[in-house]
Nanobody
Framework: QVQLVESGGGLVQPGGSLRLSCAASGIIFSINDMGWYRQAPGKQRALVATVSSGGSTNYADSVKGRFTISRDNAKNTVDLEMNSLKPEDTAVYFC???????????????WGQGTQVTVSS
C-alpha cells in the first residue's frame, strides 16, 4: 500500500558527487520525518541524515558539510545531495519515512529497497 523507491546510486570516483532521490507513494495521509540510512558490508545500518516535515535537518558527523538532505512535501520526495565523496561512503543507501496512511491513527516507518553507492577510483 506504501512504496518508497530510491534512485540515483552508482559508481563515482573519490571527490565526486551523487544525488539520491526517494519517492513515497500509496495511500499516504501525512509524513513526519524522512531520512537516509546506509549499510556498508559487515556493518549495521546507520543514520546518514533526516529531515522533519518542517524542514529541520540532522546529520551524522561523518557527512556534515558534505551531504545535504532536502524534501518536497507536495511530491512526498526526499533527496540526498552527496559531495566530496570518500571510499568510506561506499554502502547501500536506504531511504525511510515515518508516515501515516489513510484509515490509521498511528504512523509507522517504511523503508525503500536500497540503492548501491560505490566510491572508488
Amino acid at each position: 500500500q506504501v512504496q518508497l523507491v530510491e534512485s540515483g546510486g552508482g559508481l563515482v570516483q573519490p571527490g565526486g558527487s551523487l544525488r539520491l532521490s526517494c519517492a513515497a507513494s500509496g495511500i499516504i495521509f501525512s509524513i513526519n520525518d524522512m531520512g537516509w540510512y546506509r549499510q556498508a558490508p559487515g556493518k549495521q545500518r546507520a543514520l546518514v541524515a533526516t529531515v522533519s516535515s518542517g524542514g529541520s535537518t540532522n546529520y551524522a558527523d561523518s557527512v556534515k558539510g558534505r551531504f545535504t538532505i532536502s524534501r518536497d512535501n507536495a511530491k512526498n520526495t526526499v533527496d540526498l545531495e552527496m559531495n566530496s565523496l570518500k571510499p568510506e561512503d561506499t554502502a547501500v543507501y536506504f531511504c525511510n519515512a515515518d508516515l501515516r496512511t489513510w484509515g490509521y491513527d498511528n504512523s509507522r516507518v517504511y523503508w525503500g529497497q536500497g540503492t548501491q553507492v560505490t566510491v572508488s577510483s
